[in-house]
């Protein structure tokens, strides 16, 4: 071995190990601004309708990875970004959900390989690590899961326990009834951009700065998992950007609420040319008879049937594709607007700048409403607002659009933009 | 005409770029702009309209008098760019044209947003474009070059269609308006003169004639040549509806309407899911006492299968060497026999339209009748829990009135009301509570699968209607009250024949409607595998076009010449390829002009592309030495086909006199057979077999009908028994575990002891086998058969935990020796001695397919496909959208051009 390449490997270590120390306390680079909207992309909206949370990726890496990515609190009724609300996590966020009573919300972190949560007040306008709770940072509020989370569901789980003798057999109670466990746990299933992988979570309810239970299992499902969808219950459905089909899968949970593993329900075959498809997100019916997916190879929007029926051949659940349509350039997340007569999709165009109205009844495009620089997510409150919003990736801002005539969106307001 | 500049939302980022723009739009505006259209973006429908140009002026088609200076016009919409392409038609292929002279490489004209439909006038003057986004009709003036007329729509339009005249415009509410254009541009009414006209907006009319509404919201017209009948498809209708103009004489469907109306609806699928009442009984699909699945049919002369029968069981009953559908003497899927005209079909009880047994109810309506080979009225199919020799609950006692939870034979829960709360593994599957897929919540009163949603007297699926009365439910033994929503049917096309055909996306086929009898052709019944009566294609069809393909096939001289038409369709389909149909040949042969033989064949399929037949390629024994002279016949099942000599002869018969085997099809793919004695039931090698606490009743995570086990299969449980001290399992341990099945359930078996001192007499249970076991089950004194493609042939179905008694539409899948054995893709026999009568002893034989698709490349998102003929040669051109591309293609021999 080379005498001087030991003697400068030996200093290398010590001033890594300086070097890391440095770092274990103080980030190198900028810290986020917490003020202004910076890469835009997913969205949670409270039921209050009167918080949006806008996460900001730091997709140029701009600022530090490991904190530089923000989760923005805008407040819709003046229309602005509350900075002392918003809270750093890492890079490269992608989707936020929020849970069943907007108690707590999750984020996939792509930078860190991590499911960010934090809880919410009842007004939905403070957000915190629970764990770290007068931190700005949600860095501790944070479960290490597979590479690359990306999509994000979300769904209500809930188990029964009989608590057993040593023997095995059921304890009874006074009555002689049964003594059962009862719990619910939020139930999340996580889209991971590299291997194929798909990953089941259960996180359980707590209080205080208690740190929640939490189990996972992962599976190969598809090629470079991108958005995953509910379809009811525990039943999921998950799109890639190189995949060649559609599956559909579900948790198998134990009685303790740990996740077991994922079983694969369904397979729905993307007919294509090409080798593969480049789906985008996913979005029910309101009925969960079909299934509207989003694709960029070609620009399109896929249906799929997945009804359920008996057990009939010609009959049965149909789980393939019925229609496609053609759509203008990079199609991406979708929303359900009512007319009040129908239900409309408003999916949004990443490079055509706007929102794409489809009629899914005919199905055509039947409105169009320009936002800003490549809309990436897109939130709807008819119940309060009447508005939509829209995360615009390549200008920084949210469009709000006026929702008066759902057929003829107005973009109203414009927050954040370039800098 | 105006131009609207793009507004701009004020923003920062484009405040710059809008000042540009603006000040460009201030110097554009003060002109007609033409915008930047080049090239196809987002192509969707391709138009040919008969016009012509000569030495680049336009003309009417009966003014191009010139073969050879002919240049025919089509043109194609650009939902991207909202634009109108002009195509130059030729003899070796097609270019887009200029749209603006000076202008080169501007091919298109500007329109109304994503226009999709379009549409010519008769004499090829105007070109109308339907456009969704601009919810408006755009009228282009084809000579000018320009749009010359905006008319907006009460709702964005779906589809145009011209009918004599006048255009009928389909709105997705069900709303038809009748249109016509009018305009005097000086040479009179609605005469158009290139050279006289300078049409502006104040001079055109696009304006409404009549209207009326149709019940669904269409998808799809079509108008007959003729214009008399015009055909309509729905987004949310399996039927079609026919409406005539205001000409005709036909009575409406709804009393008290006058043409134009509705006067018939064409059935799109299988008579019991088609939303039509087929038979006239007054009753509709699942309401339909003879509807027990939506591929069923509602009469004998319905189209899907009334019950099995000998034209759909996959046998070659009479022995011509045609089964089924093949076999000439079939005239229908539920023809009686095979021998030539109907034959009277045998019908079971429970599809007879009769009240057998004086219940008060019939057929699918009576709970008792499981499915349309039921064969008995009277006889529950549905076994309650307090009668079904189970131990339902555990508790040692069995059924009513042994166990004192059952108030009666017919209450279908033997123990507390609550099971699905009370900690317990009721259903004995190993699962408790609500870990058990069984129990909906903590108050369902069963662990075990939902069944009877039929008969339950509840609103399974919350829609208010409960049981029968829902139209969910095919009958009482259905079990789901939730009615599908298949989607509707897609475009159609017609070919000079009459036949029309229709796309149907859900389910990847193209129908095929004879026109003369208003029937679908049951091409499904050709194809066991198939799950519709139509031509299946590749996923997804979205367009179609039809054609008759003519050709003359042999010139054996002296006058003596076979002409062939072939009735064909192109389906376009977004796994990119160009599908070709071949629906019917007609072979004609001739003498000095005169037909002196025709022979018709149905072919109904995707025509070949290869020109090669299946055969068998090779057989050998298993697990045992032979030699070849003892290995059976494998027949492969016969298609009839016609065979033309050299001498100019039209034969339907081989060299021997018989029907001539030429499988060519998709039902045959490459794949190894095998037919092995006592052989394991495909899928039926197991670990996670499950018993009871009593003994003898084996569970596991699956459908055993489906399986395909009936009683008298052999069970061999693969494990020892625990080896916990104090069980009672000696014999289990001891003698072999092998057991006869005394009776099938869909999710148990029950087990009987065999008639033989070698084996266990003890029937396994819960405490000797607490974490379950593998096991096989295997037929007894059988060969079963199974293909590493096609599977199983055993398979049954089963409604409300009964397996049914009828085989599958591909035969069944077990014989014993000297058993002709056969099915709907081979036949054999074993004659006893030529194998020995051993356990696994078997013989394995391959198979090749021989057919390729014919299948033309093309793009990922078709939006159209049309066959225009010109002087010279026939085209197809489908545009797409997904590589904005028109793909053209020869009609004659298929080879492709140049795309635009």
Not at chain 1, 380 to 409: G, I, W
Not at chain 2, 356 to 382: P, T, Y
């Amino acid at each position: 071995m080379n005498v001087v390449s030991l003697s400068a490997r030996a200093t290398a270590v010590v001033l890594s190990a300086l070097l890391w120390a440095s770092c274990a306390t103080d980030f190198p680079g900028d810290p986020p601004d917490l003020d202004n909207l910076e890469y835009p992309v997913g969205m949670a909206l409270h039921p209050s309708g009167d918080t949006l949370y806008v996460v900001n990726a730091n997709f140029d890496l701009k600022y530090r990875p490991q904190d530089g990515g923000t989760l923005s609190v805008i407040d819709l009724e003046s229309l602005t970004v509350l900075p002392e609300q918003t809270r750093t996590m890492g890079s490269f966020a992608t989707t936020v959900r929020l849970n069943h009573d907007a108690s707590r919300g999750y984020v996939t972190v792509r930078g860190d390989s991590s499911v960010t949560w934090f809880d919410l007040s009842e007004d939905g306008r403070r957000l915190s690590c629970p764990l770290a709770p007068n931190s700005v940072d949600l860095g501790k509020c944070k479960f290490a899961v597979p590479s690359e989370p990306t999509g994000l569901a979300y769904s209500r789980g809930h188990r029964t326990q009989a608590l057993l003798d040593a023997n095995g057999r059921p304890l009874l109670d006074n009555d002689g009834r049964p003594r059962l466990i009862e719990q619910d746990f939020d139930l999340l299933a996580i889209a991971h951009l590299r291997d194929g992988l798909v990953s089941v979570a259960t996180v359980g309810d707590t209080t205080g700065t208690e740190k929640p239970a939490f189990s996972i299992a992962s599976a190969t499902l598809v090629d470079g998992p991108s958005d995953i969808a509910l379809q009811s219950g525990e039943r999921f459905f998950v799109t890639g950007r190189v995949a060649s089909s559609l599956v559909a899968f579900r948790p198998a949970i134990g009685a303790d609420a740990q996740v077991l593993g994922i079983y694969l329900d369904a397979i729905l075959q993307v007919p294509t040319p090409f080798s593969s498809h480049q789906g985008r997100s996913l979005l029910f019916s309101q009925d969960k008879d079909r299934l509207y997916l989003t694709n960029q190879s070609p620009n399109s929007l896929l249906v799929f049937d997945t009804s359920e029926g008996d057990n009939d051949a010609v009959s049965g659940t149909v789980n393939h594709i019925i229609d496609m349509l053609d759509m203008p350039q990079g199609p991406n997340r979708m929303a359900w607007v009512s007319t009040g007569e129908k239900d409309l999709l408003y999916i949004t165009s990443f490079s055509d700048d706007a929102v794409a109205i489809v009629d899914p009844a005919i199905p055509a495009i039947v409105g169009r409403v320009e936002v800003g620089e490549g809309p990436f997510d897109i939130l709807v409150d008819q119940t309060k607002r009447q508005q939509a919003y829209v995360s615009n990736f390549a200008e920084h801002s949210v469009s709000v659009l006026d929702l008066s005539d759902p057929l003829h969106p107005v973009e109203t307001h414009v927050i954040g933009g370039l800098q | 005409m105006s131009w609207r500049c793009p507004l701009l939302p004020l923003r920062p980022s484009r405040l710059l770029a809008a000042a540009l723009l603006m000040l460009l739009c201030g110097l554009a505006c003060s002109e007609d702009p033409t915008g930047s259209v080049v090239s196809l973006r987002s192509p969707a429908t391709f138009l040919y309209a008969p016009n012509c140009v000569i030495d680049g002026s336009w003309h009417r088609f009966s003014d191009c008098p010139d073969p050879d200076r002919i240049v025919a016009q089509a043109f194609v919409t650009n939902e991207e760019t909202a634009s109108l392409s002009y195509v130059s038609i030729g003899t070796a292929g097609a270019k887009l044209s200029d749209t603006r002279l000076g202008v080169p490489g501007l091919t298109g004209v500007p329109i109304g947003e994503r226009p999709r439909d379009a549409a010519a006038t008769s004499d090829g003057a105007f070109v109308l474009t339907v456009n969704t986004l601009s919810s408006d009709i755009s009228v282009v003036e084809v000579a000018k070059r320009r749009e010359v007329l905006r008319v907006p729509t009460p709702e964005p339009p779906v589809k145009l269609t011209p009918v004599g005249d006048a255009f009928w415009l389909f709105y997705p509410s069900g709303l038809v308006e009748i249109r016509a254009l009018a305009f005097d541009c000086g040479a009179g009414s609605n005469q158009y003169d290139e050279n006289l006209c300078a049409l502006d907006e104040t001079q055109i009319a696009f304006e409404v004639s009549a209207s009326f509404l149709v019940e669904g919201q269409p998808k799809a017209a079509l108008s007959l040549p003729t214009n008399e009948r015009v055909f309509v498809s729905y987004t949310d209708k399996l039927y079609l509806s026919v409406l005539v103009p205001e000409s005709s004489q036909e009575t409406c469907l709804q009393s008290g309407e006058m043409p134009p109306c509705e006067v018939e609806r064409l059935p799109g699928g299988y008579g019991c899911s088609d939303g039509l009442d087929n038979d006239g009984d007054g009753f509709i699909d699942g309401e339909d006492p003879q509807c027990y699945l939506r591929g069923g049919a509602e009469s004998v002369d319905g189209v899907g299968v009334l019950t099995r029968g000998a034209c759909n069981d996959g046998i070659d009953n009479d022995g011509d060497g045609f089964a089924d559908a093949f076999d000439p003497g079939c005239t229908s899927t539920n023809d009686g026999g095979e021998e030539d005209g109907q034959q009277e079909l045998q019908l079971p009880q429970c599809v007879d339209g009769i009240d057998n047994d004086g219940d008060g109810l019939v057929d699918n309506r009576d709970a008792d009748c499981l499915d349309s080979s039921d064969g008995s009225e009277d006889g529950s199919s549905l076994l309650p829990a307090c009668d079904d020799g189970v131990d339902n609950d555990q508790d040692g006692a069995i059924d009513f009135p042994e166990d004192s939870g059952c108030d009666s034979f017919s209450d279908d829960t033997e123990g507390a009301t609550n099971s699905c709360g009370d900690g317990l593994d009721n259903d004995g599957d190993g699962l408790v509570d609500l870990e058990d897929s069984g129990c909906s919540d903590l108050s369902d009163d069963s662990e075990g699968a939902a069944r009877g949603f039929c008969n339950d007297g509840v609103d399974n699926d919350g829609d208010g209607a409960i049981d029968l009365a829902d139209d969910g439910c095919y009958g009482a033994s259905g079990m789901t009250e939730k009615n599908v929503e298949r989607s509707g049917l897609g475009p159609m096309a017609v070919d000079p024949g009459g036949s029309l055909y229709v796309v149907d996306s859900t389910e990847w086929q193209v129908i095929v409607i004879d026109l003369a009898t208003s029937q679908v052709v049951d091409a499904g019944a050709r194809n066991p595998f198939s799950t519709g009566p139509g031509i299946r294609v590749n996923a997804m069809p979205k367009a179609v076009a039809a054609d008759i393909r003519s050709s003359t096939i042999v010139d054996a001289g002296g006058g003596v010449t076979i002409k062939r038409d072939e009735a064909v369709f192109y389906a376009a389909t977004t796994a990119g390829t160009l599908d070709v149909g071949s629906v019917s040949q007609t072979f004609q042969r001739f003498e000095n002009q005169t037909v002196t033989d025709t022979v018709e064949l149905p072919t109904l399929k995707v025509g070949d592309n290869r020109d090669s037949v299946a055969s068998v390629v090779s057989r050998r024994c298993l697990n045992i030495f032979c030699d070849e002279s003892s290995l059976p016949t494998i027949e492969l099942r016969a298609r009839p086909s016609v065979f033309v000599t050299d001498a100019g002869a039209l034969l339907t018969t081989g060299d021997d006199g018989k029907p001539t085997s030429v499988p060519v099809d998709e039902l045959y793919v490459p794949e190894t057979w095998q037919l092995i004695y006592e052989g394991i039931l495909p899928n039926a090698e197991r670990s996670d077999g499950l018993f009871d606490a009593a003994g003898g009743e084996l569970r596991f995570g699956g459908n055993f009908c489906s399986l395909g086990v009936v009683a008298g299969d052999h069970v061999i449980v693969e494990d020892s028994p625990s080896s916990q001290k104090g069980l009672d399992c000696g014999e289990l341990r001891d003698k072999t575990r092998e057991f006869e099945v005394a009776q099938v359930r869909a999710d148990a078996l029950y087990l009987q002891p065999l008639d033989d001192p070698t084996t266990s007499s003890q029937l396994p249970n819960r405490s000797c086998y607490p974490w379950g076991t593998r096991f096989t089950v295997r037929a007894s004194k059988q060969f079963v058969a199974s293909g590493t493609e096609t599977g199983s042939l055993l398979g049954r179905s089963s409604r409300g935990g009964v397996c049914s008694d009828a085989a599958g539409p591909l035969g069944g899948g077990r014989f014993a020796f000297d058993e002709k054995f056969e099915n709907a893709l081979f036949k054999t026999t074993i004659p006893t001695g030529s194998l020995p009568a051993e356990r696994g002893v078997g013989i394995e034989f391959s198979v090749t397919s021989g057919y390729v698709g014919l299948r033309l490349q093309t793009g990922p998102l078709p939006g159209d496909v049309v066959v225009v003929p010109t002087l010279s040669r026939k085209y197809v051109f489908v545009p797409d959208g997904g590589s904005n591309q028109v793909f053209i293609f020869d009609a004659a021999n298929f080879s492709s051009f140049e795309s635009l």
